[in-house]
């Protein structure tokens, strides 16, 4: 397989349209559509062949509602961080999709699972949980190709987390993801647009 310049642009606009979706319309995502993430997450790359991603679809009213009241607790402390304007700002940030969404994904990390034998990542564990970053991030761009938008929400106590889904023990809380259509589309980061944070670009550095 040789990829020529009509493929590197195809990537490229992917990548500049992938944002941290927070609108979310409440229509449902069909079923065969779930089907294609999944396989398009099982192509992402992991420590040993490990492929330490665990997740579940969080569908139960209750659970929902009790990791809607972890966020809302777990804002309600970050917010504390900030004073003035700054915080006045925070707290008019939309941080999450929870109110709408209709797909919720909980994804773990099996940490030294069987699989992988421990090839690769004996002096670096977290090869572990990078692989799972990379699965979400494979995750990330086959939803966006396909007009779906995804938010990570990471304003989540993992404990809490981890206790409501009752996980195994080995099983290490990686992120919380909303998947759904997206109410709008754009290739300006929403903390960039709402003048949080710009886009930085750090340097290469040489040694």
């Known amino acids: 397989m040789r990829f020529g310049p009509d493929d590197q642009a195809a990537l490229e606009r992917v990548l500049r349209w992938r944002r941290d979706v927070r609108h979310f319309r409440d229509d449902p995502v069909p079923e065969p559509l779930l089907k294609e993430l999944r396989a398009a997450m099982e192509l992402a790359p992991s420590v040993g062949n490990a492929r330490p991603w665990r997740v579940i679809r969080v569908e139960s009213p209750d659970l929902r ?6 966020f809302q607790r777990s804002n309600a402390q970050a917010a504390t961080r900030y004073q003035g304007r700054q915080r006045q700002e925070y707290e008019a940030l939309k941080l999450a999709g929870l109110d709408r969404a209709p797909v919720w994904l909980a994804i773990f990390t099996q940490i030294d699972p069987a699989e992988g034998h421990g090839l690769g990542r004996a002096t670096m564990p977290q090869t572990l949980r990078q692989s799972t970053a990379m699965a979400i991030h494979a995750l990330w761009l086959a939803a966006r190709v396909r007009n779906l938008g995804l938010g990570m929400v990471s304003v989540l106590d993992p404990a809490r987390i981890t206790a409501l889904l009752r996980v195994p023990q ?8 909303c998947l759904g259509w997206p109410e709008f589309t754009d290739d300006t980061p929403l903390l960039h647009r709402a003048g949080w944070q710009r886009n930085t670009a750090p340097d290469w550095q040489r040694r």
Do not use: H, K, Q
């Open 170 to 177: 080995d099983w290490e809380f990686s992120a919380l993801l």
């Open 65 to 70: 509602a009790a990791i809607r009241a972890d």
